[in-house]
């Protein structure tokens, strides 16, 4: 793999610290000053954390007055602008993702506009741009995270941030880009997974159907009854897919009529979102941008979806599977609304086999998630789980559509407490087992 060059302004990657014969601990790594020298600095410690974490800090000082030199310089130089304020910077680079800029997705676009105003210029707007230094850029940071709280939304910031400074830097504004020196962001633990166990799944979904059937036989004021709930739940489960998915697949995306290599097929190809001042859109996946997926289904759920286009009536220009009301894409959030309803009034109660009680060496059993906190999502992270712990974590990461299995891992596998048995592979080798 080919080196990066380190930028002037900036440090390379710092290796791990090295004991020392008196026990401490010693952290060696090189700086590039504005004018392009290397700069060798050491810092020690008590441990190798915290000698890695002086020489950053130290690494983090260079950098400050390198920016404020540079900044000084820039001041000096005759006939040059006025320093303008960070926040006319960030309207600057707005205008430039809404032409276009990045080509990122509209509703991608839209969220980055939208964090930018709401977070980033009520916080460092006020600061001439060369004053959003590391120092600045860190401390608002890293204030989201106090406490251990609000992780996910510093690390959108982050990503914001680092995009329009990007930007400021490639325009000759400043010398680099402060947010990539930005000490890491302390993580919060780690919670479980939720998932409904594979021993419960054939019971949320019969419940859920229920519900779903009796609510289309009671006679009430308003709007009638569909199955989009029950029917949205058995995709979900089916396949895994996300709710954005779900919502945007259309009559055509679907192979139930007939098998096509001894398989019914359902296609993700798109999903909704929407942009601001317009109705919701479906977005198509191309081929150099989100994965284009093909997934079998089983033939009780391609039933299902023949049922479901039988029973079709109302008016749908989109040939959605799931259409709102006049025929346009569904929310997700309206869907996630109403699932919302319908979770409150079942009552699902899950079966604890008595092998599964904790107890002894088994601190741990199998236990979904209460049917008042199932998420769209919940039932996403249970195929996942399932298919990772039947078959292989590479098959969930594809039935997921991610590219890489540590996102599966991470985010979408409950760990268990019980690892697989490995007791006959290790004997074979230590006592020479034929």
């Not at 002037?8 to 290796?15: A, C, F, N, Q, T």
């Not at 400074?165 to 919060?188: D, F, H, S, T």
């Not at 996942?384 to 590219?403: F, M, P, R, V, W």
Request: net charge positive; with cysteine.
């Amino acid at each position: 793999m080919a080196n990066h060059e380190t930028r002037p302004g900036s440090w390379g990657k710092i290796p791990p610290a090295k004991r020392q014969p008196d026990g401490s601990y010693k952290a060696n790594g090189r700086y590039k000053t504005m004018d392009g020298k290397l700069l060798q600095r050491f810092r020690t410690g008590t441990t190798a954390r915290k000698a890695e974490d002086a020489l950053l800090a130290a690494f983090q000082t260079l950098a400050a007055e390198d920016a404020a030199k540079h900044s000084a310089e820039l001041n000096r130089t005759p006939g040059r602008e006025p320093e303008v304020l960070f926040a006319e910077v960030v309207e600057s680079w707005i205008s430039y993702i809404e032409e276009g800029g990045k080509a990122l997705r509209v509703s991608t676009a839209y969220e980055y506009v939208r964090m930018a105003r709401a977070d980033i210029v009520p916080s460092l707007g006020a600061l001439k741009l060369t004053d959003v230094d590391i120092k600045a850029c860190a401390d608002f940071l890293h204030g989201i995270v106090s406490g251990g709280r609000y992780y996910a939304k510093a690390e959108h910031n982050r990503a914001v941030l680092s995009n329009i400074m990007e930007w400021c830097a490639g325009r000759g504004l400043i010398p680099g880009n402060p947010v990539r020196q930005v000490a890491y962001l302390p993580k919060p633990r780690k919670k479980p997974v939720q998932i409904i166990e594979k021993e419960d799944m054939a019971k949320v979904l019969s419940s859920v159907r229920l519900h779903g059937e009796a609510q289309m036989n009671a006679k009430r004021p308003g709007p009638p009854q569909n199955l989009d709930i029950p029917d949205g739940v058995e995709l979900f489960l089916a396949t895994g897919v996300r709710i954005s998915e779900l919502l945007a697949l259309r009559w055509h995306d679907v192979w139930i009529d007939e098998l096509d290599d001894s398989s019914y097929w359902v296609q993700i190809n798109g999903k909704v979102g929407w942009e601001k001042g317009k109705p919701m859109l479906r977005h198509d996946y191309l081929k150099t941008g989100d994965k284009i997926l093909d997934l079998r289904i089983s033939p009780e759920v391609a039933a299902m979806l023949r049922a479901r286009r039988a029973m079709e009536m109302r008016s749908n220009p989109n040939g959605a599977i799931f259409p709102a009301r006049g025929g346009k894409w569904m929310q997700p959030h309206n869907f996630r609304r109403r699932w919302r309803a319908v979770r409150e009034e079942l009552q699902v109660a899950y079966d604890l086999p008595a092998e599964d009680v904790p107890g002894g060496r088994k601190q741990e059993h199998r236990q979904s998630s209460p049917i008042e906190t199932v998420t769209p999502h919940t039932f996403r992270r249970s195929v996942g789980t399932y298919i990772a712990e039947t078959a292989t974590i590479d098959q969930a990461a594809q039935q997921l559509g991610h590219s890489r299995t540590a996102v599966t891992i991470r985010s979408y596998l409950r760990e268990r407490q019980e690892a697989p048995d490995s007791s006959g592979y290790l004997a074979n080798v230590m006592y020479k087992r034929q």
